[in-house]
Nanobody
Framework: QVQLVESGGGSVQAGSSLTLTCTAS????????MAWYRQAPGKEREFVAAVQGRRRNVTEYGDSVKGRSTISRDNTGKTAYLQINSLKADDAAIYYC?????WGQGTQVTGSS
């Protein structure tokens, strides 16, 4: 069983950047692909980005953040980072981190005027 904890959410302004962190613990933590999804009120959960477990240079991005976000993983493989630049109002959501079949509780990103 893997436990995942997300952090880094908060109130952000349009056009700014933020970095979310996902820390995994447990026996197999760091072995699998880690992915970020997000869910805004009234919308379905949406894929944001993913980074493989062994080949950490292999990444994938959802269309909504492609070209303005970067996902990475530290050397232990147990911490993943998601940086999103040029934030838009549509980026406001609860961001969830997942590895294998486990999910964190999410971290909320809200927009500020």
């Amino acid at each position: 069983q893997v436990q995942l904890v997300e952090s880094g959410g908060g109130s952000v302004q349009a056009g700014s950047s933020l970095t979310l962190t996902c820390t995994a613990s447990g026996w197999t933590a760091g072995s699998y692909t880690m992915a970020w999804y997000r869910q805004a009120p009234g919308k379905e959960r949406e894929f944001v980005a993913a980074v493989q477990g062994r080949r950490r240079n292999v990444t994938e991005y959802g269309d909504s953040v492609k070209g303005r976000s970067t996902i990475s993983r530290d050397n232990t493989g147990k911490t993943a980072y998601l940086q999103i630049n040029s934030l838009k109002a549509d980026d406001a959501a609860i961001y969830y981190c997942g590895e294998n079949t486990c999910w964190g509780q999410g971290t909320q990103v809200t927009g500020s005027s």
